[in-house]
């Protein structure tokens, strides 16, 4: 196991520049009963546009419940996590969920497409619960197949698709709206080494185009090909400063 340091609120980076700020964040399931769990024990990092990071830690430690929470989808037991300036844990769920549709992408394992429409349409969905409609929608549900590199594969069905072209179209979906963050859990788990490098190589350009991308994965040289890795373990996160072996 290499050298870890405990990551600290003590960033160079002023809070204006962080698109995401995670303080003091602590989860307890099932509180006060006898089957309690501690997971999360004081979590603090910040994320800036254009960083791409990974998570990594042993099945169980809490990568999931971390991801969900600073995605929004799940309240922490104390703590606050703050996107782009809004601290999420002031919303009513109402403002959550439209932060939520906004402002984050997420991407997960299984891909979670919709079989009886194409990939075309996959994409459209979300600009259409947004409020964006018929040939504007199209249009940019076309560029952001383009972006992921699916130009020609629109009009198929995620059954005519392989695992990597379902996940690209996920990874599409996930961009509809122009989010600031995307988050990922396991996005590569389905998929082989290499199509999962290249998936990777995706994560990569759109952190050039000024994403930040939060990813969770068990595989260490894919989380070596981020920015930083940070690994969660006994309820903390680490930074990790040198090498580190398989978790
Ligand atoms: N809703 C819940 N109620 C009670 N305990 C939960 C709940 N969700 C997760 N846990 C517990 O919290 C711990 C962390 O779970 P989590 O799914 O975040 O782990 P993980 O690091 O993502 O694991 P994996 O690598 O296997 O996906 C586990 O011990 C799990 O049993
Ligand atoms: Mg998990």
Known sequence: ??????????????PADNILIVQNVEKIFNQGKRNEV????????????????????????????????????????????????TILNDLDDDS????????????????????NLTALENVIIPLNLAGVYEEEAENRAKELLRIVGLEDRADHFPDGLSGGQQQRVAIARA????PFIL??????????????LEIIELFKDLAKMGK???????DVSL?????????????????????????
């Not at 809490?62 to 703050?82: A, D, F, H, R, Y």
């Not at 959550?96 to 079989?115: A, C, N, P, V, Y």
């Not at 961009?175 to 122009?178: E, G, S």
Request: aromatic fraction near 6%.
């Open 96 to 115: 959550l969920t439209e932060m939520r549709s906004k402002h984050i992408g997420w991407i997960f394992q299984s891909f979670g497409l919709i079989d």
């Open 38 to 85: 501690y997971v999360l024990k004081g979590i603090n990092f910040q994320m800036r546009l254009g960083d791409f990071f990974a998570l990594m830690g042993p099945s169980g430690s809490g990568k999931s419940t971390l991801l969900n929470i600073v995605g929004g989808l799940l309240k922490s037991t104390t703590g606050s996590v703050s996107i782009k300036d």
């Open 183 to 196: 988050f990922a859990d396991e996005p590569t788990g389905n998929l082989d080494t290499q199509t999962g």
């Open 1 to 14: 196991m290499g050298i870890t340091g405990r990551c600290s609120m003590e960033n160079t980076a002023t």
């Open 223 to 247: 989380a070596h090909a981020s920015d930083q890795v940070f690994i969660l373990r006994d309820g903390v996160v680490e930074k990790e400063l040198e090498e580190i072996t398989a978790l």
């Open 175 to 178: 961009l509809a709206n122009d």
């Open 212 to 218: 930040a991308i939060l990813m969770v994965t068990h």
